[in-house]
């Protein structure tokens, strides 16, 4: 598949598409996948643009669009077992990244279940107690290997505000100096992390979960010395170089950081078996900076203070080092 600039005509993107490769349609205006050694993501405007070029996706792969992922996976495990498992090698298609409305929109609706097929029960966990806690980190571990297991602990973690309980008993273990429970709740946010879920992203990122995610996630058990992310996320400034009027775009750039420092810092570094694993994070910062560039491009008076500094040849060392 090929993007380019609606205006110069310049590309912008060019990828093959293959059937092994695990593309993910998230926010109804995102499809995320990892190539090589890079987590890639297409981000649009329009919900129908991202809905034709996910169907264009679908049709190259062989696969229903209208398909929940989990769906997909039984329709290629039977395709497999009746052509032998051998995958097709590939193929591509173009398509012009407008930003518009597309020529034939996509009918379909991703919101809703196609008919026939069975929704995924969210998983039964266990109290958030500190005497469960081993039960909790087993629970989660069984978990991670497979996919539709995964998923339906997502859906468990969603559920009766699972992560917000979770994030309770880190405080409580932190205030009891529990080591022990430490080192289980720091095992448990990272598998929660690892879920590789935007919904329960949105969750361990709210404002009144985040401090506690980010904490239990120092009480590594292979390090001698906790770490300390919360006191950097806190000491961390943030320099406006440019005044910045809107304070939704404000909230986006700090959070978007937030992201960020995880995703890099905090995170441990996925090995080529696990190139996917983050990719709903990833999908999220690039979503995030695309949001924030298009929102400051709209601000006419950050537009124009830019430019005026720019081009002031009088501007002041100290100012100039901001730059």
């Avoid at 518009?100 to 998983?123: C, K, T, W």
């Avoid at 950081?257 to 570094?269: A, E």
Wanted: proline share 6%; net charge negative.
């Amino acid at each position: 598949m090929a993007f380019r600039f609606s205006v110069l005509g310049n590309l912008l993107l060019q990828s093959k598409i293959f059937q092994e490769t695990d593309y993910q349609l998230q926010q109804g205006t995102l499809i995320v996948w990892a190539e090589s050694d890079a987590d890639l993501a297409l981000s649009f405007q329009q919900k129908n643009g991202c809905l034709d070029v996910w169907t264009k996706i679908c049709n190259v792969q062989g696969k229903d669009p209208t398909l929940p992922p989990t769906a997909l996976e039984d329709v290629e495990m039977s395709q497999a077992a009746a052509e032998g498992g051998d995958p097709a090698a590939g193929d591509q298609f173009t398509a012009g990244a407008t930003g518009g409305e597309p020529v034939n929109p996509s009918p379909i609706e991703f919101e809703e279940i196609p008919e026939g097929a069975v929704p995924l029960e969210p998983l039964d966990l266990p109290p958030c107690e500190r005497g469960k806690l081993d039960e909790i980190v087993e629970t989660f571990s069984l978990c991670m290997p497979a996919l539709v297991q995964r998923e339906r602990l997502a859906l468990g973690v969603e559920k009766d505000d699972y992560a917000r309980k979770l994030a309770d008993l880190f405080r409580m273990c932190e205030d009891l100096e529990d080591e022990p429970g430490l080192h289980r709740m720091y095992e448990i946010f990272k598998m929660l992390f690892l879920l590789n879920s935007a919904a329960v992203y949105e969750i361990l990122f709210s404002d009144d979960v985040v401090d506690y995610a980010v904490g239990a996630l120092e009480y590594d058990p292979g390090k001698k010395e906790p770490a300390r992310h919360r006191e950097y996320l806190k000491k961390a400034t943030f320099r406006e170089v440019v005044s910045i009027s809107k304070p939704e775009v404000l909230g986006k750039i700090h959070q978007t950081y937030r992201y960020q420092y995880v995703h890099d810092v905090v995170l441990p570094t996925p090995t080529v078996f696990e190139e996917n694993v983050l990719s709903a994070l990833t999908g999220l910062i690039f979503f995030n900076k695309t949001e924030i560039v298009s929102q400051l491009q709209e601000d006419d008076g950050f537009m124009t203070s830019l430019f005026d500094q720019l081009g002031d040849r009088m501007i002041s060392t100290e100012k100039a080092r901001d730059w």
